[in-house]
């Protein structure tokens, strides 16, 4: 019992001591607080500043060595082109940029990690003749180009939901004997991880939604009456008669659909009604594709030949904004975005040309 008592004297004692130097501190923080709004000199205990000063002088001889570390694998990366794991580890820590894209960075970090999963998939499956450095280009390219698709979501009201990445991911999953095998061949053959993969997924649904969003796209359906291109004039003439016939049955009230079902001879639409879904240029056929999308929605065109015979189009919708094809779309954001790569590799012939 007394030793109890001891305790719990002892115990207050040391709370009032306690209170005394932080009543007394906070006399002297305010004390010192007052000086400063007066503009008076802050005359601190020697004991502060000798701390301070030695605090400051171990701060900046580590802000110096950092500085030092970072120079010296900032000239590994950028002039001799070192991705071993030390460097890849220091990457991982220090932001180095390897490319900007309308402003946006594109880290080291992400251009190791993504030749990483490729690398190693090229490790594990034994390819031979593999040119590593145009690899590397490529992936550059590719997270250049994520960052420009990127840069370009907000402008055409394009986002990635967590719900798509999610459902996209089951997808896998359902296709792919289920979850544990996904992960077992995401670690086996590429070194990814789950959340690794995720965000892989992700940049391919913005690439795909932006691919459906920004170019102009037409959903049309049309009537084919065949002819060679190298076929005789008469027979030329016969299939081109043929095609005026349909469309003075269309032009008399006959359902486009209705027709196409009757009379066309394209075997992958005619079942359809002549639906051709939605497509942008450079998907179809030149001439086709011009008169398609210079048609009016809800026009039927006049008869137009092509290499595949006589048409009779009917276009039912357009959507939208960019008249050109996604690939070239993403082309001139190459050319006229603010592109900067740091990390200087060695391009393909394809690329060159490009």
């Given amino acids: 019992m007394n030793k109890i008592k001891l305790f719990f004297v002892r115990f207050w004692s040391f709370v009032k001591r306690l209170g005394f130097y932080l009543k007394l501190g906070y006399i002297r923080a305010a004390a010192l607080f007052v000086k400063a709004r007066r503009g008076d000199a802050l005359e601190l205990h020697p004991l502060v500043g000798k701390t301070a000063n030695i605090a400051f002088k171990i701060i900046f001889g580590l802000a110096i060595f950092v500085f030092a570390i970072g120079a010296a694998f900032a000239i590994g990366i950028y002039g001799y082109k070192q991705d071993d794991k030390v460097t890849q580890i220091v990457a991982g820590i220090i932001p180095y940029p390897v490319a900007f894209a309308q402003g946006r960075i594109v880290t080291a970090d992400s251009f190791f990690a993504n030749y990483r999963y490729i690398n190693n998939f090229y490790q594990k499956t034994q390819q031979s003749d593999v040119d590593y450095d145009a690899i590397k280009a490529q992936v550059l390219q590719q997270l250049i180009d994520n960052e420009l698709l990127k840069s370009q979501a907000k402008k055409y009201s394009v986002s990635v939901k967590r719900s798509d990445i999610e459902t996209a991911y089951s997808e896998v999953v359902s296709q792919n004997g289920g979850e544990e095998e996904v992960k077992k061949v995401l670690a086996d053959l590429y070194g990814l991880n789950v959340k690794e993969f995720k965000k892989l997924i992700a940049d391919q649904i913005l690439e795909q939604k932006l691919a459906e969003s920004v170019p102009i796209q037409v959903r049309a359906r049309h009537i084919l009456i065949r002819v ?127």
């Fill in 228 to 354: 060679d291109k190298d076929a005789a004039q008469d027979k030329v003439d016969e299939t081109k008669a043929r095609t005026d016939k349909v469309l003075e049955e269309i032009k008399g009230g006959l359902n486009f659909n209705e027709a196409a079902t009757k009379y066309s001879e394209d075997t992958g639409s005619n079942q359809n009604g002549g639906d051709l879904d939605f497509f942008t240029r450079g998907q179809l056929e030149e001439n086709f594709e011009k008169i398609a999308f210079e048609t009016e929605v809800g026009k039927v065109s006049d008869p137009f030949r092509t290499e595949f015979g006589w048409h009779i189009l009917l276009v039912e919708e357009k959507k939208g904004q960019v008249d050109m094809s996604f690939s070239d779309w993403l082309d001139s954001l190459r050319k006229n975005g603010t592109v900067l790569e740091i990390l200087r590799l060695p391009k393909d012939e394809k690329q060159q040309s490009e």
